[in-house]
Structures are given as C-alpha cells and as structure tokens.
C-alpha cells in the first residue's frame, strides 16, 4: 500500500490564554501559567480548587447564539476550535459546490455530554422537576463534537469519537493520521474537547487524590511535574484542533504547512487501570519511532505527558529511558501541563500543538516550577526555561491514559 | 396579577431568544421551516408550553407547519386543560 505524507495544514486552539496558537505558544515560553483557583457555588459544598477556564471564551460570540445553544459546553469548545483549525488551513467553511464527502473528523473526549446529563440530574433530583427538556439528550451525546464539525463544514466521511481518558484525542489525531496515510480521506479534522467542571467529575478526581493543592495564592505554581514535592495534576477545559492533510494535496493548493505527521504508535500496558508501567508506554515510544521511521537520535524533542502526580511522572521518565536508551541524558523533555493544565480528552491535542509550535518555531516550552528535580524523575534533559533557536528535526508528543491506554504522536519539522 | 401571555407572543419571545429570530417574521401564516423551526425546535417550544402551563401534551400530536397552526393548537390545549 502506497503512503502518503501527512502535512499539519491547520491549528485551532480554545485555551485559557486566547484562540492564538502563536500568542498560547509564546506565553508557555515565557512560562506564564493558566491556573487559577476555582470557587463555585456548588450545594452542598462549592468546588474550591486550582482549576484552568478558559475564561474569554464566548459559545454565542463564536458560533451564534442558535447553534450555541444546541451544545454542551465540550461540544461549544470542541467546534470553535475546530473552526479556528479549518480556517487556518485556509478552508473556506461553507462546502456547496465542493466534494467533501471523503473528508472525516475524528475527535477525542474524555467526559462527553457529562455536564448537560448532570445538569439534568440537578433538575430532577435537586429542583424536584419531573421533566427535562428534548435538548438534553442531544447536549449530553458523547460524538455531539465531531457530528457538529461534520454538519458545519460539509464532511461525509468517518466522523468518529474515540474517548480514551487522558490519551482521548491523541489516539484521535493518530487514527486520522492513519486515514489520511492510507489515502482513505485526504482531510481530516482531529482533536478534542473537554469541560471537566462538573460537579461529580470534580468531586470524582478529589477522592482519587491525585490533584495539585494550593489556595488562591498558590495555584498559578501548584503543578510540578517531575519535582520532588509535586503533588498532582490541575483540571482544566480547553478544545484543540488538527487539520492532517495528504501532503499533494496541501501543496497541490498552496496550503502553508507547520510540519509533518510521521508516525502513531500506541500500546496497552495491560496491568493495572491507574497504576502505569514503564514497559508498555516504552513500547508506545518504540511504536511511534518504528512507524515514523526515525531513530532515537532523530528526536529533538518530547512532550511529556507529565502530569504531575507522584506515581506518573517517574515511570513516563523510566519508558522515555528505556525506549531511548544512552540518547535519553540527552533528549530534551517538558511537560507543559504545569502552565496550561489538564483538559483531560483535549490534552493530547493541546500538546500535539505544542508539538508541531515547537518545531515551526524551533524552541523549546519549560516545564515550569521545577526547581527541585525528584531523583525518580532523572535521566532525561529536562526543559527548566525555554529554548530558543534550537535546531529541531523531529518531536514526540506523549499520552498515556488510565486503563493503561498509551498513544504516542510523532512530527516532523518542514525543512 | 401577571397577566397571561398570549401563545403567539410565548412564541415569538422563543424564538428571537433562542435562534434570533426577529419577531416581526414571527406571523401567523409563517411556515415553521422558513423560521429553521425542525422537530427538535418544535419539541422544545412544546416543552416550553408544558412549564408554563403545567400542561401534557400526548406524543402523537399532529405536527403544526405554521406559527398560526402552532398557535391554534398551544390555545386549544391550555384552554383543555388549564
């Protein structure tokens, strides 16, 4: 089977710092952190946690108050963002007259609908409501995002959700990447979108003790991968987009592009729901480098996963150590999730962004508030301030979900 | 004591705040699809009818192509069983 080159034509981004992709990677460089402590004013008891909103964001200015108002708020992220990828890549969105129908999307969520089916909860148990309105159930579907995206831009191809926890949309964009290699769509959209803030889910994180403390003070810094007194991860919302294009066509309509998709490799440690292994994620790295065709010295480059919590971090340093062997003292790693967050089914697309920004701009995002590396977490060249003019050839993004779920995402810069 | 709405303000009211509808070409003889008023608009306008008026409105009802049939039909099942 003839493969086709994979060219990343567009970026769409709806993050706590703005929809720019530029100005989102510049303010992780200048290590400016999104989170902030979140207070709501749940009953019985509010939320109160260092959280990542994306604030700015208005569903009615983006997308119209008609459409708006059929979707969840994962759903209202998810489509602005894929809107902001599509028209980076110089789409127009309206599709009369063009033939879209082999064109896909395939979107990550970890949480889905969650907020409007808890939403409906509230009104029956707590308003003591007898019905729930006819939109809920369409707000509450799991694929609302990539039907959605469909609808609007006109695509009759795969349209598909993949939720795979914490790994969601980065398997998402790997089997996009997949279709479009194979020749089966010569566009697709991938990515996705999540709102965590739903009272259950928050609450659900809580007991499982694995998220970052800090007060009102505290929270911009509470997220510390690899360092010795991390305590955990942040929630946060946030949509993130892809557009993979067949790399003939891209230039075949002059298309501009950021870099190139070369290789998926994903994994299943097969052991424990929560507990990561070191040898399954290090066969995901392997995967990726295998499909990509590239060496452990080809990679300048990786994202980590790098959540923060006590048990993660040091065994996503252990496979990069085992999957890169004596290139690893030397491998460049950050894990930006302590400036931006964790938002869950959309992190993989977040950081695939990350990825590709880092190649095109040649500079390297630190993983803020290391200060105090953990023994655990050495072995790699840890990204402590940000890196420019670098000579960057080719990056991994990681994502490594529960359930052991493992995807691993490989770029390559345009020459 | 609040006065009682008429249906076809309800109506209007719906649908400028929902789809940005103007109001103005919210007329009796409007077709509901020239409003982009589908199924699952014309089941949340019921739904709206059922709060504000407590009312129960059987599945099979026959579906309204126009805001004056809508309005007819709202009118004659508040007036049943309001």
Same mark, same amino acid.
């Given at each position: +089977? @003839? ?5 990343? @034509? ?69 489509? /602005? ?8 890549? #110089? ?16 979107? =990550?969520?970890?949480?889905? #609908? ?25 707000? =509450? ?18 349209? +598909? ?12 964009? #790997? ?12 566009? +697709? ?7 965590? %803030?739903?009272? /259950? ?12 403390? =800090?007060?009102?003070? !505290? ?35 002059? /298309?501009?592009?950021?870099? !190139?998709?070369?290789?998926?490799? @994903? ?6 729901? $929560? ?17 990509? =065709? ?7 480059? $990786? ?7 006590? !048990? ?30 964790? %938002? ?5 697309? $977040? ?15 630190? @993983? ?5 590396? *953990? ?5 790699? *060249? ?21 359930? #052991? ?11 | ?82």
């Amino acid at each position: +089977m @003839t493969r086709r080159r994979v060219a990343v @034509t567009g970026l769409g981004l709806v993050s706590p710092y703005g929809g720019d992709p530029g100005d989102f990677f510049d303010r992780l460089l200048a290590g400016e952190s999104a989170i902030r402590f979140l207070r709501t004013d749940d009953v019985p008891r509010p939320l109160a946690m260092p959280f990542v909103s994306c604030a700015g964001f208005s569903a009615d200015a983006v997308l119209g108050r008609a459409l708006a108002g059929t979707l969840d708020r994962f759903a209202q992220l998810g489509l /602005a963002a894929a809107f902001a990828a599509w028209d980076d890549a #110089g789409f127009p969105r309206q599709a009369a007259g063009l033939d879209r129908e082999s064109w896909g999307v395939a979107w =990550g969520t970890a949480l889905g #609908g969650t907020l409007a089916y808890e939403k409906g909860y509230r009104d029956l148990w707590q308003r003591g409501r007898e019905r729930l309105s006819p939109l809920s159930l369409i707000l =509450g579907l799991n694929n609302a995002a990539n039907a959605h995206i469909s609808i609007q831009l006109g695509l009759g191809g795969v349209s +598909m959700t993949h939720t795979v926890a914490c790994a969601s949309s980065a398997i998402a964009i #790997g089997e996009a990447f997949r279709r479009v290699r194979s020749g089966e769509a010569p566009v +697709m959209v991938s990515g996705g979108s999540d709102a965590p %803030q739903a009272y /259950a889910v928050a609450r659900a994180w809580e007991s499982l003790r694995v998220l970052a403390s =800090g007060d009102e003070d !505290e929270a911009p810094q509470c997220c510390r991968p690899f360092s010795v007194d991390r305590s955990g991860l942040v929630l946060g919302e946030g949509g993130a987009a892809l557009v993979l294009e067949d790399w003939n066509h891209a230039v075949a309509r002059g /298309a501009r592009i950021h870099g !190139e998709m070369v290789g998926y490799g @994903t994994s299943c440690d097969h052991s424990h729901l $929560v507990r990561p292994d070191a040898a399954g994620q290090a066969r995901a790295l392997a995967a990726a480098l295998a499909d990509a =065709g590239l060496a452990p010295g080809d990679i300048d480059y $990786v994202n980590a996963h790098g959540t923060a919590t006590p !048990e993660g971090d040091p065994v996503e340093v252990a496979a990069l150590r085992a999957a890169f062997g004596d290139r690893a003292a030397r491998l460049p790693v950050s894990a930006t999730k302590s400036l931006h967050g964790h %938002q869950l089914g959309a992190a993989g697309a $977040v950081e695939a962004i990350v990825t590709v920004l880092a190649l095109c701009e040649q500079a390297l995002p630190p @993983t803020a508030h290391l200060a105090d590396l *953990d023994p655990d977490c050495a072995g790699v *060249d840890h990204v402590l301030a940000a890196r420019r003019g670098q000579t960057l050839r080719a990056a991994l993004s990681n994502s490594f979900a529960f359930g #052991g779920s493992n995807a691993v995402l490989a770029f390559r810069a345009v020459a | 004591m609040r006065a009682i709405m008429d249906s076809l303000t309800i109506i209007r009211e719906f649908l400028e705040s929902r789809l940005e509808v103007a109001p103005e070409r919210v007329l009796p003889e409007a077709k509901l699809d020239d409003l982009d008023v589908d199924s699952l608009r014309l089941a949340e306008i019921m739904f709206e009818f059922e709060e504000r008026f407590n009312l129960t409105l059987h599945r099979n009802l026959k579906s309204p192509r126009t805001v004056g049939e809508l309005v007819v039909l709202m009118d004659r099942l508040r007036s049943e069983q309001g």
